[in-house]
């Protein structure tokens, strides 16, 4: 059992990564920062490579198909899906899964019948103390991810449910140097002047750019479990089991298959992982094996079905501009 291998108050662990191929890779940017550059006090300048809202992302991205369901060796577990109509579309699903807000997406908090059956069985109401008991095993009724990546149920009746992360990770470089590049498009017609009739936006003609890659004297990933966190949720130790193996098999599939993070910054796991709480961490085999057991044992503590399925009608904001070709003066 996992969460009895763990008698401290967290696990932490540490892995080293490489590039793929060469030395160089390419960071996370922020809008008008650029990449997230910092000194230590001893002077060594260090780079931050993904960053732990990121992290949470790819971590829960590990269990999910294309299609916005959990994976068919966890299937049993709880979460939310809506089917979202709209008068000139076909229909489509969403899930809590892979919602940036998970269970506090509009998508699904904004159906008054949930909220109003959550906050009946959290014992939620604006004006009365928290029952995080109530709240928590709420929770992990209708949606476990939520309860493990953190949730802030901002829409409802005043904002006052916020759940932390029980998980947390992000990926650093230690001693980095730049590795300044660039390139050039190049078109049939340099100057851009000749465009297509029904097309008139500036992306004709030859554009050179500049690019900012990195090297470092070592990459690590760092990944927090917070047991201390899980124990005081209030739930019984089948769901500590459960929220415990899930968060450690998550860490381990994104390590041993999901590192290309970006076209340029292709990471592979090298070494031994450094453990911190724990002397050594079930493999991926093992894990789900006993994910399998622990869904088994939460049946009764999950939805009738464990996907709640949610209607809502969607309808387009005045004002807003619909055209097609909208998104690409933004980041998409």
Not at 280 to 289: D, I, K, M, V
Request: proline share 5%.
């Amino acid at each position: 059992m996992l969460a009895d291998r763990c008698t401290s108050r967290r696990i932490l662990v540490e892995a080293d990564l490489v590039p793929v191929q060469g030395q160089r890779f390419q960071p996370t940017g922020f809008a008008d920062l650029g990449a997230a550059v910092y000194t230590l006090p001893d002077g060594t300048r260090m780079l931050l490579v993904e960053s732990a809202q990121s992290m949470a992302n790819r971590l829960e991205k590990t269990i999910v198909t294309a299609g916005g369901t959990v994976i068919p060796e966890l299937e049993g577990i709880s979460y939310v899906r809506t089917k979202l109509q709209s008068q000139d579309k076909p229909p489509f699903h969403t899930t809590s899964l892979v919602e940036p807000h998970r269970l506090a997406s509009p998508f699904i908090m904004a159906d008054k019948a949930f909220q109003e059956a959550f906050c009946a069985e959290a014992g939620y109401s604006q004006n009365t103390p928290l029952d995080w008991k109530r709240i928590n095993a709420t929770i992990f009724k209708y949606d476990v991810n939520s309860l493990l990546h953190g949730v802030f149920l901002s829409i409802v009746k005043g904002g006052r449910i916020k759940a932390p992360r029980l998980i947390s990770a992000f990926i650093e470089a230690q001693n980095v140097r730049e590795a300044v590049s660039g390139g050039v498009k190049n078109s049939f017609d340099p100057q851009g002047a000749l465009r297509h009739p029904d097309y008139d936006k500036d992306v004709y003609g030859n554009v050179p750019y500049q690019r900012t890659e990195y090297t470092a004297e070592r990459i690590t990933a760092y990944f927090n479990l917070d047991m201390d966190g899980i124990r005081s949720l209030g739930l019984p130790y089948e769901a500590q089991e459960l929220l415990a193996c899930l968060g450690i098999y998550k860490m381990q599939r994104l390590l041993h298959g999901g590192l290309r993070l970006r076209t340029a910054c292709d990471l592979r796991l090298e070494g031994e992982l450094r453990l911190s709480g724990i002397d050594a961490l079930p493999g991926e085999e093992e894990l789900l094996s006993r994910l399998q057991e622990c869904i088994a044992d939460c049946a009764q503590l999950f939805a009738t079905p464990p996907v709640t399925e949610l209607k809502a009608k969607l309808v387009v904001k005045k004002g807003k501009n619909t055209d097609d070709n909208a998104a690409e003066d933004g980041d998409a």
